[in-house]
């Protein structure tokens, strides 16, 4: 079946240090979502991605769109306290399969 | 607008006891996916509902079943529960944009089995 395989499965950073995960499949997609779960709550959208190629920023992170469809990449940039959760992309075509995260800490 | 609520927050059951959980989507979405989230296998989807019909479902027993009524919020229920059922519980309501399927997820409920 369909698999997201997330990378790094966790990192632990000092804060205001950079960020960089990747999501990849062996399957090509129309779209990539990236999710935020904050501990005890449910994930939350962060970015859509729905062109090859694509590079979208929503303040500090900056996520893209891989040229061959079959990945994507998400950078935050000068890490604060509050992002530490763990980071889901979605292959928003198969929507029912989500990666198998990147759990983000980050050392004051 | 209000997001997705999931009742209850928290629920400690009992092995071989059933559950129901409740899922309000938010106003207008009409359809609503579960799923199970646990620390070694990550999200892993249960059931999409739309318009009070099944649409989809992932790979559980039986045991675990949902329904969604004409005002789309939804339930599932899990029968004879087992201690590999604990686990977070996430409801989400789909808002279709430019034709993929952008999902708003609720807080969770946590089911632990005893």
């Known amino acids: 079946g369909q698999q997201l395989n997330q990378n790094p499965q966790s990192m632990f950073i000092q804060e205001g240090e950079d960020v960089s995960m990747n999501c990849t499949s062996s399957?090509?997609?129309?779209?990539w979502l990236w999710y935020k779960q904050d501990p005890g709550e449910g994930p939350v959208l962060l970015i859509a991605?729905?062109?090859?190629?694509e590079l979208t920023s929503n303040g500090r992170l900056t996520a893209q769109f891989g040229i061959t469809r079959k990945d994507s990449f998400l950078n935050i940039s000068a890490s604060i306290p509050s992002d530490v959760g763990i980071y889901f992309c979605?292959?928003?075509?198969?929507?029912?399969?989500f990666g198998t995260g990147t759990r983000l800490k980050v050392l004051a | 607008k209000a997001g997705v609520t999931q009742t209850p927050r928290y629920l400690i059951k009992t092995r071989g006891q059933q559950v129901t959980l409740s899922c309000s989507p938010i106003?207008?979405?009409?359809?609503v996916s579960w799923y199970q989230q646990t620390p070694g296998q990550g999200l892993q989807f249960l059931f999409e509902?739309?318009?009070?019909?099944?649409?989809n479902k992932g790979n559980f027993p039986g045991r675990f079943s949902g329904r969604q009524f004409s005002n789309s919020r939804s339930e599932m229920n899990v029968s004879t529960l087992e201690l590999g059922d604990s686990a977070l519980y996430l409801c989400?309501?789909?808002?279709?944009?430019?034709?993929?399927?952008?999902?708003?997820f609720g807080a969770g409920t946590r089911l632990s089995v005893l």
């Open positions: 979605d292959g928003g075509t198969y929507k029912y399969i």
């Open positions: 989400a309501s789909s808002l279709e944009r430019r034709g993929q399927d952008i999902q708003y």
């Open positions: 509902y739309f318009s009070e019909t099944q649409r």
């Open positions: 399957s090509i997609f129309n779209t």
């Open positions: 106003s207008g979405h009409r359809s």
């Open positions: 991605l729905y062109k090859a190629g």
